[in-house]
């Protein structure tokens, strides 16, 4: 796995929309689990979204479902989160990161977890103003 390089982040009112994408250089892209975390200013980062290379099932935290839709293409090598209806509190840093397939399995009533996911990109910031 080679480091994951960010891009699409900006800056957006309230309402609009915004496509961050992931540049992820797989020996294999069989199976892993590729997630979007964020960071708000003086918060923990939380996960945001997953997506299993394989099997391509997703996982999107309750404050972004119906909102965010996370896919990859593999010819290209990218991951890509799609926000839509973006809210101010969905300003921070995203980041990508890239963990083993079993990353992907949340559990009900648990959350994604940093600590699964080894290899991180260097964020891209994303902010909403009202």
């Known amino acids: 796995v080679q480091a994951q390089v960010e891009s699409g982040g900006g800056s957006v009112q309230a309402g609009g929309s915004l496509r961050l994408s992931c540049a992820v250089s797989?020996?294999?892209?069989?199976?892993?689990?590729i997630a979007w975390f964020r960071q708000a200013p003086g918060k923990e980062r939380e996960g945001v979204a997953t997506i299993n290379t394989r099997h391509r099932n997703t996982y999107y935290t309750d404050s972004v479902k119906g909102r965010f839709t996370i896919s990859q293409d593999i010819a290209k090598n990218t991951v890509a989160l799609e926000m839509n209806t973006l809210k101010p509190e969905d300003t921070g840093m995203y980041y990508c990161?890239?963990?083993?397939?079993?990353?992907?399995?949340?559990?009900?009533?648990?959350?994604?977890?940093?600590?699964?996911?080894?290899?991180w990109g260097q964020g891209t910031q994303v902010t909403v103003s009202t």
């Open positions: 990161a890239v963990g083993f397939a079993w990353a992907c399995t949340i559990l009900p009533g648990t959350s994604m977890t940093e600590a699964d996911f080894n290899h």
């Open positions: 797989l020996y294999t892209y069989s199976d892993h689990c």
